[in-house]
T-cell receptor, first 110, second 116 residues
């Protein structure tokens, strides 16, 4: 069974710090990797995706992918209280199905 | 504006009732999905469709059924609701991705079902 593992947290960081969120996956055939943010009681919304090894930057967010280690991470620079949410790692297989991790709860303290 | 719509947003019903959760998208996406999520828990795929007249069961067993008669519409039905069906149901769709071909999922606002 395909698995996506995340530390459930909570991860607590001070405002302005870098938050680091990690994710591992079991299916070596996985093709694309996604980070979603979900505020309490709301639907997930896409932050960014990555499909090639290395780093991908979008504003304050950087996704990192290492397929050999089956590891994907999300860095949030200059964390803001509005970044407090659950961050979901999702992995897409060759059949376009996404498997989600349980999510990491991030709290940014003012 | 292209979007994905779910109705009802909230539903409280008694055991044994038949319910249909509606999901429509205006983005012309060919792929649609239903996820189930309990509070504080992970999303589980219960149904998906890659096009009209195509439906498949997801990774989590569900007593619900779905249909895809039109591209934009993907309703989910429970013939006889039970308290164990109480959950949040999230509809999503995806189509041709960006130049990366990543096939990004867009979620609706969700339908929160409570069965008494």
């Amino acid at each position: 069974q395909k698995e996506v593992e995340q530390n459930s947290g909570p991860l607590s960081v001070p405002e302005g710090a870098i938050a680091s969120l990690n994710c591992t996956y079991s299916d070596r055939g996985s093709q694309s990797f996604f980070w979603y943010r979900q505020y309490s009681g709301k639907s997930p919304e896409l932050i960014m995706f990555i499909y090639s090894n290395g780093d991908k930057e979008d504003g304050r967010f950087t996704a990192q992918l290492n397929k050999a280690s089956q590891y994907v991470s999300l860095l949030i620079r200059d964390s803001q209280p509005s970044d407090s949410a659950t961050y979901l790692c999702a992995v897409k297989d060759s059949n376009y199905k996404l498997t989600f991790g349980k999510g990491t709860l991030l709290t940014v303290n003012p | 504006e292209a979007d994905i719509y779910q109705t009802p947003r909230y539903l409280v019903i008694g055991t044994g009732k038949k319910i249909t959760l509606e999901c429509s998208q205006t983005m012309g996406h060919d792929k649609m999905y239903w996820y189930q999520q309990d509070p504080g828990m992970e999303l589980h795929l219960i149904h998906y469709s890659y096009g009209v007249n195509s439906t498949e069961k997801g990774d989590l067993s569900s007593e619900s059924t779905v249909s895809r008669i039109r591209t934009e519409h993907f309703p989910l039905t429970l013939e006889s609701a039970r308290p164990s069906h109480t959950s949040q149901y999230l509809c999503a769709s995806s189509g041709q991705g960006s130049s990366s071909g990543a096939n990004v999922l867009t979620f609706g606002a969700g339908s929160r079902l409570t069965v008494l």
